[in-house]
């Protein structure tokens, strides 16, 4: 197992790492003393899979188990669904000393980290990712949303778990459109901040794609240690040092909300395009110094089956989308643009002419 400790003062918590971690995660949590009734929001088909072994672990420690499912797509963050399970916690939660547990993706654990951030004004809550994506990603950090009909993650919070627990076994059961769609966030980080790990990836996406322990185990590990150094540096994105985590993010929600999250992209893959995208701005901008690192990055985005255009989709809704953009200043956009791989710069007032070519680009047929 590997610790990494995420360090925020009164709010700090440790981000476990390793293989058959689930077991044991009633004994890391009794230590913490959050309280003795687990709230768990997962979906049907985690609750299946993993359900009988999580709360087998919680009883062994003595915590008693309540599951509540949602659905299984991005519109479980909307405002009915969070209505809905604080609606159901509140009922529950009579003479009891409540956490929630996140259980499932990206998308749980969103939701379950705002309704721990509303709920009496803050109680407990864990993240137990078992998708790629949340494990390098999402459930690190404390950034909670839900989503509203113009745009992705428009109303939430910052509000930190008290654990981060990635056990990669459960990424066994993904199909292998999730390992992709996790492997998106773990190339940004590459780009953002570490060749190195580019280069991993470069190297070893077959073994990845095909689950290997190993490899999942290491690109986990590496991309949450590079999320925490930038989220202890910057916990609440005011210094434009955790801005660059949203590379790809702002045309990627945009293809994502003008695809009216119907699943024809899943985020990582909408975070592929926004990437690319990205990097064209940066070209037409003269900002990328390195032309062949830029190359190196679509390259690496097609051979890990990832898409690189955003077919099917008008432009003016991709525009109209990317207005909605949280980073956005007023009049004044926000992009994260890429040097070279392994670096990155925030650039603001990418002038709209350059901007609509490279939406254009986004969703031309022209490979």
């Known amino acids: 197992m590997r610790k990494i400790r995420l360090r925020l003062k009164d709010r700090s918590y440790d981000i476990l790492i390793g293989r058959g971690l689930l077991k044991r995660l009633g004994l890391f949590v009794k230590k913490l003393n959050l309280g003795k009734d687990a709230v768990v929001v997962t979906n049907v088909r985690i609750m299946r899979l993993y359900g009988n072994a999580l709360k087998l672990s919680f009883r062994k420690a003595g915590i008693t188990v309540r599951f509540l499912t949602v659905p299984d797509s991005e519109k479980a963050k909307s405002v009915g669904v969070m209505a809905g399970l604080l609606d159901r916690i509140s009922r529950y939660d009579r003479n009891r000393k409540i956490f929630l547990v996140a259980f499932g993706g990206g998308v749980i654990g969103d939701l379950t980290g705002f309704v721990a951030a509303t709920y009496k004004r803050g109680i407990p809550y864990i993240q137990v990712p078992t998708t790629l994506l949340a494990q390098v990603d999402s459930a690190i950090g404390g950034k909670t949303a839900i989503d509203l009909p113009c745009a992705k993650n428009l109303a939430g919070?910052?509000?930190?778990?008290?654990?981060?627990?990635?056990?990669?076994?459960?990424?066994?059961?993904?199909?292998?459109?999730?390992?992709?769609?996790?492997?998106?966030?773990?190339?940004?980080?590459?780009?953002?901040?570490?060749?190195?790990?580019?280069?991993?990836?470069?190297?070893?996406?077959?073994?990845?794609?095909?689950?290997?322990?190993?490899?999942?185990?290491?690109?986990?590990?590496?991309?949450?240690?590079?999320?925490?150094?930038?989220?202890?540096?910057?916990?609440?994105?005011?210094?434009?040092?955790?801005?660059?985590?949203?590379?790809?993010?702002?045309?990627?929600?945009?293809?994502?909300?003008?695809?009216?999250?119907?699943?024809?992209?899943?985020?990582?893959?909408?975070?592929?395009?926004?990437?690319?995208?990205?990097?064209?701005?940066?070209?037409?901008?003269?900002?990328?110094?390195?032309?062949?690192?830029?190359?190196?990055?679509?390259?690496?985005?097609?051979?890990?089956?990832?898409?690189?255009?955003?077919?099917?989709?008008?432009?003016?809704?991709?525009?109209?989308?990317?207005?909605?953009?949280?980073?956005?200043?007023?009049?004044?956009?926000?992009?994260?643009?890429?040097?070279?791989?392994?670096?990155?710069?925030?650039?603001?007032?990418?002038?709209?002419?350059?901007?609509?070519?490279?939406?254009?680009?986004?969703?031309?047929?022209?490979?």
């Open 157 to 367: 919070a910052v509000y930190q778990p008290k654990l981060v627990l990635s056990d990669v076994s459960l990424l066994k059961s993904l199909p292998a459109r999730e390992i992709r769609n996790g492997l998106a966030e773990v190339i940004k980080y590459g780009v953002i901040k570490d060749r190195g790990l580019f280069s991993f990836i470069e190297k070893n996406k077959d073994r990845i794609l095909k689950s290997a322990p190993a490899a999942l185990e290491h690109i986990v590990s590496r991309s949450s240690a590079i999320k925490r150094a930038v989220v202890e540096q910057d916990e609440f994105d005011k210094k434009d040092i955790r801005a660059v985590l949203n590379f790809g993010h702002t045309l990627g929600h945009a293809v994502e909300a003008a695809s009216a999250y119907s699943g024809r992209y899943t985020h990582g893959e909408a975070v592929a395009i926004g990437m690319l995208a990205a990097a064209d701005i940066a070209l037409r901008s003269g900002i990328a110094r390195n032309i062949p690192d830029i190359i190196r990055l679509r390259r690496l985005v097609y051979s890990c089956g990832l898409p690189v255009k955003a077919l099917k989709i008008k432009p003016a809704a991709i525009w109209a989308a990317q207005l909605h953009d949280k980073k956005h200043s007023g009049r004044n956009n926000k992009f994260i643009l890429p040097i070279a791989v392994g670096k990155v710069r925030v650039f603001r007032r990418v002038p709209d002419r350059i901007l609509k070519l490279s939406i254009a680009e986004m969703v031309s047929e022209r490979l």
